[in-house]
């Protein structure tokens, strides 16, 4: 069983910016295919972004490229999510997501990967 645990959720107005953190086992976040996922009300789950934690290469779903980045902390095996420029449509359920380790290439390594393992989900709400 992989815990992985987001934190930094909550309230933001619209225009403005927030961090998800994601706490990962070693072996989950080294040299491998790590996401963040999110599922509004009403409508699936869905990859936003994603980076390969070995070269830092990362990919993004058209809805967040240019606002949000991904990054990841080697030393503290956490992942993040910098948000900013937040519309009301980013309003969701954030999840952290991880690959099995080994399983996928950099090049693999996309938003929309079947990540089996994921976060319980951290609630952000974006407000006018």
């Known amino acids: 069983q992989v815990k992985l645990v987001e934190s930094g959720g909550g309230s933001v107005q619209v225009g403005g910016s927030l961090t998800l953190s994601c706490k990962a086992p070693v072996w989950a976040s080294s040299s491998n295919c790590m996401g963040w996922l999110r599922q509004a009300p009403g409508k699936e789950r869905r990859g936003i972004a994603a980076?390969?934690?070995?070269?830092?290469?990362?990919y993004y779903a058209d809805s967040v490229k240019g606002r949000f980045t991904i990054s990841h902390d080697n030393a503290k095996n956490t992942l993040y999510l910098n948000m900013n420029n937040t519309k009301p449509e980013d309003t969701a359920i954030y999840y952290c997501?991880?690959?099995?380790?080994?399983?996928?290439?950099?090049?693999?390594?996309?938003?929309?990967?079947?990540?089996?393992?994921r976060g319980q989900g951290t609630q952000v709400t974006v407000s006018s």
């Open positions: 997501a991880a690959a099995v380790s080994g399983s996928l290439t950099p090049n693999s390594c996309t938003y929309g990967v079947d990540f089996p393992f």
């Open positions: 980076i390969y934690t070995g070269t830092g290469k990362t």
